[in-house]
């Protein structure tokens, strides 16, 4: 099993940025992929990016494209999402999810973490 533990949520303006960090531990050697999803106010859970682990190819909604970045630094198991120009309608609750497929999507993930939230202001 994989613990995944999010920061660096919090309540910004639009068009400013902020960096997502999650730090994953436990049986990292069974984690193919890690990403992130999201969750507003009153939706459900969407995709949002992730990341393979050993080809190091990276998925984004279209939603994100061009604004978001995802990446790990090398040597260790964290993930970070560089979010920059955001907007109001990003606002949501931000969840790192792991999980030994190639991808993640809400079927293959296994591990979640507590979530963090995301605030963006007009």
């Known amino acids: 099993q994989v613990q995944l533990s999010e920061s660096g949520g919090g309540l910004v303006q639009a068009g400013d940025s902020l960096r997502l960090s999650c730090a994953a531990s436990g049986r990292t050697s069974n984690m193919n992929a890690i990403g992130w999803f999201r969750q507003a106010p009153g939706k459900g859970r969407v995709f949002v990016a992730d990341?393979?682990?050993?080809?190091?190819?990276?998925r984004y909604a279209e939603a994100v494209k061009g604004r978001f970045t995802i990446f790990r630094e090398t040597g260790n198991d964290s993930v970070y999402l560089q979010m920059n120009n955001l907007k109001p309608e990003d606002t949501a609750i931000y969840y790192c999810?792991?999980?030994?497929?190639?991808?993640?999507?809400?079927?293959?993930?296994?591990?979640w973490g507590q979530g963090t939230q995301v605030t963006v202001s007009s």
């Open positions: 999810a792991a999980s030994p497929s190639i991808i993640v999507t809400l079927n293959t993930a296994d591990s």
């Open positions: 990341i393979n682990s050993r080809r190091g190819l990276t």
